[in-house]
């Protein structure tokens, strides 16, 4: 299965660009990269997926490299409501069931 | 998308009883997903609930501590039994709406339980 690797935590100041990355280097061909966020004391929220190609929502931006080893999730106006546990999913292989790894606490600063 | 909801919210209870977590969606849905996060901890998959089968576990879960129902494509519960304060966690749900082509699952809001 895909291990997900990603910096334990995270500073951003309110208003710059957060860029958080991961590192999926085991990922097959066919495996989607998912992002996730949870908020203190709530469940996770679906933030943003992808496969191959950059992606892009209201929410965030999905930036994959070329050989898919590695990705970065751009939150381009951060806000102190984005302050959460950001979690990279590859769900196991042949499945879709979620291995969630450890996260990256983000902080946005005031 | 799919709105969750949780009963009970929180919970207190004593070592060696049993609770059981409701878990409801507005939305008929194939798969779901019970996961547990200890205090401090990412999430771990303890079980996978499709209506008409029988829940499949993950490693280090088993059906005689945590049973699992699906009566129907809206409703599962999760029973934690004979509890010990190592179950103290946060019990959540998750479903996938569009039964697993490759989007994503919503979660509930968590069951808080401490085991005293």
Redesign the interface.
């Known amino acids: 299965d895909a291990k997900t690797t990603q910096p334990t935590s995270m500073d951003c100041a309110e208003g710059r660009a957060a860029n958080l990355p991961c590192n999926h280097s085991t990922i097959s061909g066919n495996e ?1 990269v ?1 992002w996730y966020r949870q908020i203190h ?6 933030i943003i ?1 992808g ?1 191959k190609n950059n992606e892009t929502n209201e929410m965030a931006s999905l930036i994959i490299t070329e050989d898919r080893k590695s990705s970065t999730l751009i939150l381009p106006h951060a806000t102190l409501r984005d302050t959460a546990v950001y ?1 990279c999913i590859v769900p196991k292989r042949g499945t ?8 990256t606490r983000l902080k946005v600063l005031a | 998308s799919a709105v969750i909801s949780q009963k009970p919210s929180r919970d207190i209870c004593q070592r060696g009883t049993s609770l059981t977590i409701q878990c409801q969606v507005d939305s008929q849905v194939t798969m779901m997903f019970w996961y547990r996060q200890q205090p401090g901890q990412s999430l771990t998959l303890i079980a996978t609930a499709n209506q008409g089968s029988e829940a499949t576990y993950e490693s280090g879960f088993v059906i005689d501590k945590f049973p699992i129902s699906r009566p129907n494509l809206t409703f599962s519960t999760l029973t934690v039994s004979n509890m010990s304060p190592e179950d103290s966690s946060i019990y959540l749900c998750s479903v996938d709406p569009k039964g697993g082509q490759h989007n994503e699952q919503f979660f509930g809001p968590g069951t808080r339980l401490t085991v005293l």
């Not at chain 1, 004391?41 to 679906?46: A, I, K, W």
Request: charge should be positive; charged fraction near 5%; hydrophobic fraction near 15%.
């Open positions: 989607y998912y004391s709530q469940g996770p929220q679906y997926h496969l979690y879709y069931k979620y291995i969630f790894g450890t996260g």
